[in-house]
């Protein structure tokens, strides 16, 4: 089992961008996926989240910015991110609950700068 995001990149501030993470491997049943982020030098952080039964929660620094959806046929949940700030700048890591286990994708970078 594993998860692959896709999506980062270099942006100007204001900008937008739009992550992808696809769950793959032998999956019977994935619970919550999110989308976490860690900045240099900082802890992990939540960023949003969002159940198979598709209850969302955001994280304070993305409310009014950021949405996250789900495809639960493909396995598959997107962030799209909206009036990006140089704060947004962090690797962003995707996270799910995938037969009852913890799983973490490899990470896309995320940078916004002029």
């Known amino acids: 089992v594993q998860l692959v995001e896709s999506g980062g990149g270099l942006v100007q501030p204001g900008g937008s961008l739009r992550l992808s993470c696809v769950a793959s491997g032998s999956i019977f049943r994935v619970y919550t996926m999110g989308w976490y982020r860690q900045a240099p030098g900082k802890q992990r952080e939540l960023v949003a989240s969002?159940?198979?039964?598709?209850?969302?929660f955001y994280a304070d620094s993305g409310k009014g910015r950021f949405t996250i959806s789900r495809d639960n046929v493909k396995n598959t949940i997107y962030l799209q991110m909206n009036s990006l700030k140089p704060e947004d700048t962090a690797v962003y890591y995707c996270?799910?609950?995938?037969?009852?286990?913890?799983?973490w994708g490899q990470g896309t970078q995320v940078t916004v700068s002029s």
């Open positions: 996270n799910a609950d995938i037969n009852f286990q913890p799983v």
């Open positions: 969002i159940t198979s039964g598709g209850s969302i």
